[in-house]
């Protein structure tokens, strides 16, 4: 069954919106099969978001998720992934829309609340990178 790593970045914690991020990955249905929260190091951060390098915000993003607790979780579900994309909505809170958890929540890109992987490769990765199989169930 399809598997998607989602993560509350230190901003979603620090407001409070673990339970009402979890909450709604529940509610639509997806199962929940590996939860912790961790403080990344800026490396670790750097390892997750490697693929924006080049990108002149890089450097403040891996700064900021490595700056708290982040809830790191696998759900498990058809179309997790892709489904998963939806609930949270566009990277950019002013463009996400209400009755996701972005536009719903979040106002503005750099604080935008939670990450979630964009497709079967990346979840893959993010989902070796953060869990150890056995943490799995
Ligand atoms: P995520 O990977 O966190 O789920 P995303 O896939 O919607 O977000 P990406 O393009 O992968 O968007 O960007 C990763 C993160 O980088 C965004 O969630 C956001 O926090 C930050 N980011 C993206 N664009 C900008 C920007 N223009 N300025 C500042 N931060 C940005
Ligand atoms: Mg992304």
């Known amino acids: 069954m399809e598997r998607t790593f989602i993560a509350i970045k230190p901003d979603g914690v620090q407001r409070g919106l673990v339970a009402e991020i979890i909450s709604r990955f529940e509610r639509k249905g997806f199962k929940l099969v590996a939860i912790k929260?961790?403080?990344p190091s800026k490396q670790f951060a750097q390892k997750h978001y490697h693929d924006l390098?080049?990108?002149?915000?890089?450097?403040?993003l891996c700064d900021?998720?490595?700056s708290g607790p982040v809830v790191a979780m696998v759900w498990e579900g058809e179309g997790a992934i892709t489904y998963g994309r939806k609930l949270i909505g566009a990277t950019d809170p002013q463009k996400s829309e209400p009755g996701t958890i972005?536009?719903?929540l979040a106002v503005v890109v750099g604080r935008n609340i939670i990450h979630g992987s964009d497709g079967p490769e990346t979840a893959k990765d993010e989902i070796n990178l953060?869990?150890?199989g056995e943490e799995l169930v």
Do not use: T, Y
Request: aromatic share 24%; glycine share 10%; net charge positive.
């Open 130 to 132: 953060w869990f150890k």
């Open 102 to 104: 972005r536009g719903d």
């Open 53 to 60: 390098k080049e990108r002149p915000f890089f450097n403040g």
């Open 37 to 39: 929260i961790v403080v």
């Open 64 to 66: 900021f998720l490595s």
